[in-house]
């Protein structure tokens, strides 16, 4: 992590402002750098992600997601009534929008800085994450809210022409998916699907 010390009595100006800040007894930046280097400096720092409100309603909303999508797909399989398992599924499609919505407010806080302090009342070690992982923490929502708008066009479909199962993806003939209407959007949520051509009448025999 990197470290960018600042002491405590330049906030009324902002960090932005501030000049190179020294703890007690320090008489250069390298000092104060390998000061927040130590372990025991490093045990002091308060990291925001995990007493964030968000994180709690993230979790709890991933758990909601997982519960109903299963509730759905069992009472799908099960030959659950079509509008009942319909409801299921908008419910958990719900839960997976606010999943989104709260891991973007969570995911935020890989971007912020953390901080320790060295001294009570006096200064502080300040630290970010390596950009690395601060792009991976930042990536993963926009991947989920991908997923998400994906799913909100599916369920449309489904309400159309009938439901689908969530957890369980189905492989088939290349041929049979390009005679359907929207193969190309990799779905095949929609009103036709075409089969195998007529045979010729040579070859009938081979429907018996």
């Known amino acids: 992590m990197v470290t960018y010390p600042v002491t405590h009595r330049y906030e009324h100006v902002g960090y932005d402002k501030a000049p190179p800040a020294l703890c007690r007894n320090m008489t250069d930046a390298m000092q104060m750098q390998q000061l927040c280097m130590e ?12 007493n964030r409100t968000s994180r709690s309603l993230t979790q709890g909303a991933l758990f909601g997601w997982a519960l109903f999508k299963g509730v759905h797909d069992i009472m799908l399989s099960g030959g659950g009534e079509p509008f009942t398992c319909l409801m299921v599924g908008y419910l958990a499609t719900a839960f997976q929008g606010l999943a989104v919505a709260t891991i973007f407010l969570w995911s935020m806080g890989a971007a912020e800085v953390f901080a320790a302090q060295v001294f009570e009342g006096e200064c502080y070690c300040l630290y970010q994450l390596p950009w690395l992982d601060s792009t991976l923490g930042l990536s993963s929502p926009f991947v989920l809210l991908l997923i998400f708008c994906i799913k909100l ?4 479909k489904a309400a159309l022409y009938g439901d689908y199962m969530y957890s ?25 699907v075409t089969g195998h051509q007529a045979l010729r009448p040579e070859r ?3 429907n018996n």
């Open 39 to 50: 372990e025991k400096v490093k045990l002091k720092i308060r990291y925001n992600l995990m």
């Open 153 to 156: 066009q599916s369920i449309g």
């Open 168 to 192: 369980v993806s189905y492989h088939m003939p290349f041929h049979l998916a390009k005679r359907s209407i929207p193969w190309t959007r990799g779905s095949l949520l929609s009103p036709l």
């Open 204 to 206: 009938a025999w081979l």
